[in-house]
């Protein structure tokens, strides 16, 4: 099993704080399934600001710590990069990173309550550039939730998302499991990945979400989800079926 995003590289952002918990996370990732974890590190959230150059180097030690200490675990970079204006400039000074530097797939993290309104500015000019925006968490958006139809628009212009683990598990409370469930069934997402932190309240749960997805969608839904994090690591082609919109009920009042 591929995670693709999760925050193990110690002392980066509130991940993980000192490389024993980054070498307790990659025990825990191994014992669930877990043998290629991407890691990804916050970046111009407006509190943590981690360069493509710093988060190479620091996934080369942790591999040397988990070869070292004969943990069956591979660590590959990424970044979970904030929406903000200049990620394009940034991107050609060497600043931004793509998943597993493919030059294919960027993470693209939106205020967990709103949606910026250049954002769909920002998809085009990424995508004119030849890389495919993948939009983290989206089910743990309120303005999503509130307004489906602003994700159908993006997803139908050719954006990727990742919903997280846990929330399918119900970690973040039954309306943020609803709607991941919405989403899932609208083909509106297209991977599933941990975002740990650490071993406590923001573990991986990449098994139980996985058990839950076979029980009520099958496991063709589990192998697509799984296939398409390895074409992401590998820079290949994702598969994804044709957007639909959330369908939203609609109370009638009687007059």
């Known amino acids: 099993m591929i995670d693709l995003h999760c925050h193990i590289l110690h002392g980066m952002d509130d991940g993980a704080q000192t490389i024993q918990d980054s070498l307790h ?4 990732a191994v014992s669930e399934g877990i043998h290629t974890i991407v890691a990804t590190p916050h970046h111009q959230n407006g509190k943590y600001i981690n360069e493509k150059k710093e988060i190479i180097q620091r996934v080369e030690r942790l591999n040397a710590y988990l070869l070292q200490e004969r943990i069956p675990l591979t660590i590959l970079p990424g970044q979970e990069s904030r929406i903000y204006g200049d990620i394009i400039k940034d991107y050609h000074n060497g600043k931004i990173l793509t998943l597993n530097q493919t030059d294919k797939y960027i993470f693209m993290e939106l205020p967990s309550s709103q949606v ?24 743990r958006n309120s303005r999503f939730i509130e307004e489906p139809d ?10 990727l998302t990742q919903i997280t683990a846990s929330s399918l598990t119900g970690r973040f409370g039954k309306k943020i499991k609803k709607f991941s469930m ?3 069934q609208a083909n509106l997402t297209h991977m599933i990945a941990s ?16 058990a ?8 063709d839904m589990l192998c697509m989800f799984y296939e398409n994090a390895e074409a992401i690591v590998k820079g290949q082609k994702c598969f994804k079926d044709t957007p639909d919109k959330v369908r939203t009920k609609r109370f009638l009042g009687i007059f």
């Open 25 to 28: 996370m990659a025990k825990q």
């Open 116 to 139: 910026p309104n250049f954002t769909e500015k920002l998809v085009y000019d990424i995508q004119s550039e030849g890389l495919t925006p993948i939009i983290v968490h989206p089910e």
């Open 150 to 159: 602003i994700l159908y628009n993006l997803v139908n212009k050719g954006v």
């Open 182 to 184: 919405d989403l899932i």
């Open 195 to 210: 975002d740990a932190h650490n071993l406590s309240g923001r573990n991986f749960y990449m098994q139980a979400a996985s």
């Open 212 to 219: 839950w997805i076979v029980s009520e969608y099958g496991m």
